[in-house]
């Protein structure tokens, strides 16, 4: 999957996509989410749901965009999405990701 700068999309959009079965849709929907999303807490939840997808790159990639989401917003509900993380962070498909995330929350995350 080549990586390409997503447009922002409304939450309705967003939401019409995370329920197709589109791959790269869904994918791309994470990332733009967690680059453009206001409403941070909306952006956690929805990236929390993907984290336990069994696709690695949906699961990868929403595990990257928690850690997007602390970096440009410097607020996660910690406790829960640490959580979460630290159950993924022994999955060989994305333990990487997890792991840079799992950094970039203690970084910047308040």
């Known amino acids: 999957m080549e990586f390409n700068n997503p447009e922002p999309k409304t939450k309705e959009e967003l939401e019409l996509n995370f ?3 589109d791959v790269d849709l869904i994918a791309e929907s ?3 989410l967690s680059l453009y999303e206001k409403d941070w807490y909306w952006a956690q939840n929805i990236c929390l749901y993907f984290l336990d997808s069994d696709n690695p790159i949906i699961s990868g990639l929403a595990a990257t965009s ?3 989401i602390a970096r440009i917003h410097h607020n996660l509900d910690k406790q829960k999405v640490l959580l979460a993380l630290e159950q993924k962070v022994n999955d060989p498909a994305i333990r990487g990701r997890v ?3 799992l950094d970039d929350i203690e970084i910047y995350s308040q």
């Open 66 to 68: 928690l850690g997007h």
């Open 99 to 101: 792991q840079d995330a």
């Open 30 to 32: 994470l990332v733009s």
């Open 19 to 21: 329920a197709s079965n």
